[in-house]
């Protein structure tokens, strides 16, 4: 089983700056494709950004030019730069993991709210 430990969600002010951050660990067996969903009140769970085991990144319309997905540590630590960020973008953004044979695995959730 592959863990998720994520972080750096937080308050701050439209038009501010947040990193978010994800490690995984555990039973790791090749380079997953990783990404940032988010759900925010009374909405449906939606993808953010994900990019594969071979660095190609997709990402929303909502968020294209404002947030940057990337990874390191052996591509096991997969971040969320998010840049002008807008009231909209509040929600709670959960990380994806999802091995090539294996089940897709979640993290718990980190809050990211932004105030007007």
Not at 92 to 100: H, L, M, R, S, V
């Amino acid at each position: 089983q592959v863990q998720l430990a994520e972080s750096g969600g937080g308050l701050v002010q439209a038009g501010g700056t947040l990193r978010l951050s994800c490690a995984a660990s555990g039973s790791i067996f090749s380079i997953a494709t990783m990404a940032w969903y988010r759900q925010a009140p009374g909405k449906q769970r939606e993808l953010v950004a994900s990019i594969t085991n071979n660095g190609n990144t997709n990402y929303a319309d909502s968020v294209k030019g404002r947030f940057t997905i990337s990874r390191e540590n052996a591509k096991t630590t997969v971040y969320l730069q998010m840049n002008s960020l807008k009231p909209e973008d509040t929600a709670i953004y959960y990380c994806y993991y999802k091995e090539t044979f294996s089940a897709p695995e979640w993290g718990q959730g980190t809050q990211v709210t932004v105030s007007s």
